[in-house]
């Protein structure tokens, strides 16, 4: 099972299969097919492991115990930052705020760096093809300001139509928030683009990395983007467990996001002090093995190379898009010169919850439904698609297995 | 009962037919009653209107677009409650609720909903074959709002 990959390396398939247990489980007594990865990932006995490891050997509260247990927790704790600092490659592991995932940090700069920064007429500039945790935040702080959301439209293809958003990129815009890869239509958009457009009018930029992660190379200084946000679990992490990098001056800046414990220097009634960045913005304990078992995934990941994995999917996505175009009645929507991950299709005739039984008594599992995206099924003018997402595990033949299981939602449908 | 079966049984030709064919399908432009059904998992809408003579329904229609079970579940019950009283139709969707949730096997009680005895393999699909059923009871209580299958 070892796909050729550019540049002459394979990635041995079979073998990474194997470091996951979930794949080796029949579904509908059917061996599993799931694409299924841009809702979550499964996670690697590497990760599973590492949470095991945890309880077992260091459970305990962190950065306040003089214990042992608690030096070792607190230390693995730390660790993991570092990895996700490497893993972004930024410059100071300060820059990285634990959260429970892109949804929470997206809302942290929302209410920590938003509404410091936004007043009554200002803008806040997103695209078209945003995931809901990268629109309903800022609609929360535009009715609390008095602000505005403006949207740059995007075109037939799902890509960002970006003389629009030149357009759109105004005297009051005061935030740029732009998924990096679009969850429901898998365009890359081009952010280093985005980012100089938007520093040079002054104006920093959030990316939406959630979906970008498992599939691309994020270097954030190369980007130069002042926050990106992702969640653990779309990396073969757990749930629960997420990231906001922010430069380093603008965290500092910025007031804290929620008030209790692991947050403080001190209380007294009268007043409290806050720790520094990134702790000011963690407040309560976190979710230390979710940490933990995070910077095990990366360290997989980076054992594998996410170039290799990046790869290894485009060559999926190709075969994908080349079977599924060839499916009768099928539509692809989403066709934007660069992509990632993920297709989006409807079948004439045959809704998206039906396509989704049928393949799902085949074993295969797939998203269907609106993404967390309406906006976009809007776009399109549907008010759902089926959609197959990929992973560093997924083969070829489950790609074969996905077309011949369409030609079964045509037979039950094609019956008059 | 192998998959195949399951999906035979779910998606019967009358099904399939009521699908491509909705009955009572457009608006009335003097309804007495209105109701929207929602499913916002799959994004479903289902607008219902109905022509009350007293208690009976003497004309129903729905529009919007939905999958299969939620659109051919729309259908039949238009044309199931059709000159029934408000008890019957809701007496209706009493045993209709209890053969798509496997309460019941169908049998002479289900009548002529008998199709619908295969929802009860898919548990995710109960909330599109009910739609429509919850939407009438709305219209019917008078409500004249969006009725969600999350509320």
Redesign the interface.
């Known amino acids: 099972m070892k796909t050729a990959l550019h540049g002459g390396t394979e990635l041995d398939v079979r073998a990474i299969r194997s470091d996951f247990p979930i794949l080796a489980r029949p579904v509908?007594?059917t061996p599993l097919v799931y694409l299924d990865n841009a809702a979550t990932t499964q996670k690697p006995k590497a990760v599973l492991e590492s949470i095991r490891a945890y309880y077992e050997e260091m459970n305990s509260n962190i950065h306040r115990g003089v214990h042992y247990l608690s030096e070792l927790a607190t230390k693995a704790y730390e660790d993991a930052r570092d990895k996700v600092r490497r893993f972004l490659n930024a410059a100071d592991a300060r820059e990285i705020v634990f959260t429970r995932g892109a949804t929470e940090a997206i809302n942290l700069v929302a209410y920590a760096y938003g509404r410091a920064h936004v007043g009554p007429g200002d803008e806040i500039l997103i695209t078209g093809m945003e995931h809901h945790s990268n629109i309903v935040p800022w609609q929360f702080l535009r009715d609390e300001k008095g602000a505005k959301l403006q949207v740059a439209p995007i075109d037939d293809r799902g890509e960002l139509v970006f003389e629009e958003f030149e357009r759109l990129l105004t005297p009051r815009t005061k935030l740029v928030a732009v998924a990096h890869v679009s969850n429901a239509l898998g365009t890359v958009n081009p952010i280093k683009r985005i980012v100089a457009l938007a520093h040079a009018r002054g104006v920093p930029v959030l990316v939406d990395g959630a979906q970008a992660v498992p599939h691309l190379t994020v270097d954030v200084r190369d980007l130069d983007c002042d926050f990106y946000a992702f969640s653990g679990h779309k990396i073969y992490a757990p749930t629960g467990i997420g990231v906001l990098y922010g430069k380093l001056a603008l965290l500092d800046r910025m007031p804290p996001y929620q008030g209790g414990g692991e947050m403080i220097l001190s209380v007294t009634f009268e007043k409290t002090e806050y720790k520094k960045t990134p702790y000011k913005f963690e407040a309560g304990t976190p979710n230390i093995e979710g940490a933990i078992a995070l910077g095990a995934a990366i360290e997989y990941l980076n054992g594998i190379g996410i170039d290799h994995i990046a790869a290894h999917e485009h060559d999926l996505l190709r075969y994908a898009t080349e079977r599924l175009s060839a499916v009768p009645g099928l539509r692809i929507i989403g066709t934007a010169r660069e992509k990632a991950g993920v297709i989006s299709f409807e079948l004439a005739?045959?809704?998206?919850?039906?396509v989704g039984?049928?393949l799902d008594?085949?074993g295969i599992a797939i998203r269907?439904?609106?993404h967390c995206a309406?906006p976009v099924?809007d776009r399109f003018g549907v008010?759902?698609t089926a959609r197959a997402s990929f992973g560093l595990y997924n083969t070829m033949e489950e790609v074969d297995a996905l077309v011949a299981a369409l030609g079964k939602v045509s037979q039950?449908?094609g019956?008059s | 009962m192998d998959e195949l079966n399951q999906l035979n049984e779910l998606y019967q030709e009358v099904i399939l037919d009521h699908y491509r064919r909705p009955r009572n399908f457009g608006t009335i432009e003097e309804a007495d009653r209105r109701a929207m059904g929602h499913n916002p998992l799959c994004g479903d809408r289902l607008a219902l209107a109905l022509k009350m003579k007293g208690d009976v329904i003497e004309d129903i229609r729905f529009q919007g677009a939905g999958c299969a079970i939620s659109t051919a579940s729309a259908s039949m019950m238009s044309d199931g409650v059709k000159g029934k009283t408000h008890a019957e139709a809701e007496a209706m969707f009493e045993k209709f609720h209890a053969l798509v949730t496997g309460k019941s096997n169908g049998g002479a009680d289900a009548g002529k909903f008998a199709a619908f005895a295969g929802v009860s393999a898919f548990p995710v699909r109960v909330k599109c074959a009910t739609l429509a059923w919850h939407t009438l009871k709305a219209a019917l209580e008078g409500m004249n709002k969006t009725i969600s299958t999350e509320d």
Do not use: L, N, S, Y
């Open positions: 509908r007594r005739g045959v809704h998206p919850h039906d039984t049928i008594q085949e269907t439904g609106h309406q099924m008010a759902a039950v449908f019956k």
